[in-house]
């Protein structure tokens, strides 16, 4: 399993009920990581950048040729869309759980992707096909494709995804200036700083469509996620169904995904994602060849696990199931966990967990990477889990999800969890009305979250006192010594707070 954290844990587990041994990789800083402890055979990779590890593909591949393995699970993120390492892990003579490099290769460029789209049917966004290099003589061929675009716009990385490079412009005054930085953190990021310009719909929903191919011509969509709760590009709750979709749009947006799948000769599960207008009308925005951070959602409102279905497509079998036997039942909503302060702007939030307790209960489900004690860095993407509900319907699971975030227990760093819990709130996202504009629309303190109340401060004073914290501001003439820790002074005095 070429990754860490929470998708390698799954992933991992998903191996073991599967009958198949899993190798980790891990880094110095993941040394003592969750997806380490779980996996059958972990291998350490030297070094101490994502270069030198985790985007080091011939150091994985090393690694699974000298521990015997005979397959590599990407996972999402790192390499997972790296068509150069899906083709050096068939080289390998290893199994790539992922689709075809040529597959990665045409809807990893944004640009060639939507000319693909277009020759194949699918709507795609205004916009202009042409890409607009990182080259400042460009500037006015860019201000020329802008104007013939119309305002407000959205600049894109050719190469990007996860809200990478992605600037809005409503005004051409501000496109040099937003266009420079786009074409920066997407060279940055991707090393491309190609950045191709759209129209932005404004008021629309982000709606996509989970689709599964195998190597038999069988291709099925497995109904639609509605990510259209997002910050700066970045999705924070995803559910399904969306409130927004008609059996009538369902229908024909899953069959524009898998004509978009099939174009380009697809193996596995894949995400094709599209901007929905209020009208009814939707664009292709593109098509992630790896499996999707938030397919929980679907695996709960299907009943099919998407990893066991890679592990059977990588492995040569058919789907074994066909679109008519699809099913969905019942609603289910994901919540990002991350360590950060929305209180801060959402900068993200380090320390150690001195006490992880997730929520447990019928229709709650937790995919984590962490666990009570580890120490959260900087090193890493701050997710920390995912919490899945899942409920007979939409107004069901909102409840159900409030209560699995109020029993949510993450302290040592600072959450967002309190910011989930009145998001989850806002009349907006229960009416489910909340489109893509909604977090950049709504105030700050409308969002900010509850203060602790007296069930965290009792939880923080257990916490306190099974961990020893009260060691650095202890009363040692208060003559109390910590049964647990065999230092002087309590907890309760050491917190400064006071209980009825």
């Not at 079998?317 to 969905?328: A, H």
């Not at 939030?349 to 006490?355: F, I, K, P």
Request: hydrophobic share 45%; proline share 5%.
């Amino acid at each position: 399993v070429a990754n860490r954290g929470e998708i390698a844990v799954r992933v991992l587990q998903a191996a073991r009920e599967a009958g198949l041994g899993g190798i980790a990789v891990f880094s110095d800083a993941d040394a003592n990581s969750l997806h380490v402890e779980v996996a059958d055979q972990a291998v350490h990779l030297p070094g101490g950048t994502l270069d030198q590890t985790y985007l080091n593909g011939d150091a994985i591949i090393e690694a699974a040729t000298v521990c015997g393995a005979e397959a590599i699970h990407p996972g999402y993120g790192f390499l997972s869309e790296r068509a150069d390492f899906a083709r050096a892990v068939e080289a390998a003579g290893l199994v790539w759980i992922g689709p075809p490099g040529e597959a990665i290769e045409a809807m990893g460029d944004k640009v060639s992707a939507r000319l693909l789209m277009i020759d194949s049917g699918v709507p795609v966004i205004p916009g202009e096909e042409m890409a607009v290099e990182e080259d400042a003589d460009h500037l006015g061929v860019l201000a020329s494709a802008a104007a013939r675009v119309g305002y407000p716009l959205l600049l894109k990385a050719s190469a990007g995804g996860g809200g990478k490079g992605m600037r809005s412009v409503r005004e051409p005054r501000a496109l040099r200036a937003e266009y420079e930085a786009a074409a920066r953190e997407a060279a940055a990021a991707f090393g491309d700083g190609t950045i191709y310009i759209e129209r932005l719909l404004t008021g629309a929903r982000h709606v996509e469509i989970q689709v599964m191919c195998d190597r038999h011509g069988g291709a099925i969509h497995l109904n639609e996620r509605d990510c259209s709760v997002q910050r700066r590009f970045q999705k924070v709750i995803e559910e399904a169904p969306s409130p927004a979709v008609s059996p009538e749009i369902r229908k024909a947006m899953g069959e524009a995904a898998v004509t978009a799948a099939r174009s380009v000769g697809y193996i596995g599960a894949g995400t094709v994602e599209f901007l929905l207008s209020g009208n009814g009308q939707f664009h292709f925005l593109e098509m992630n060849t790896r499996l999707q951070v938030e397919h929980p959602v679907t695996e709960l409102t299907t009943g099919i696990d998407l990893v066991q279905k890679q592990f059977e497509v990588a492995a040569g079998l058919p789907l074994g199931i066909d679109q008519p036997e699809v099913k969905q039942s019942g609603h289910a909503i994901e919540a990002r966990i991350y360590a950060e302060d929305p209180r801060s702007g959402f900068l993200p939030s380090t320390g150690r967990l001195v006490m992880w307790q997730a929520p447990v209960g019928p229709g709650i489900r937790v995919d984590s990477g962490v666990r009570q004690g580890d120490e959260v860095t900087i090193d890493f993407d701050p997710m920390l889990a995912k919490l899945i509900v899942h409920a007979p319907d939409r107004h069901a699971a909102i409840r159900r999800l409030d209560t699995a975030l109020a029993d949510f227990v993450a302290l040592g760093v600072q959450t967002n969890i309190g910011f989930l819990r009145s998001l989850a709130a806002h009349h907006a996202f229960q009416s489910g009305g909340a489109d893509t504009d909604f977090l950049a629309n709504t105030a700050p303190e409308e969002l900010s979250g509850p203060d602790a109340d007296k069930g965290s401060l009792v939880a923080i004073a257990a916490a306190a006192q099974r961990l020893g914290l009260d060691r650095a501001q202890a009363d040692p003439a208060a003559g109390a010594v910590d049964e647990h820790t065999g230092h002087p002074g309590d907890p309760f005095r050491t917190l400064r707070r006071s209980f009825p």
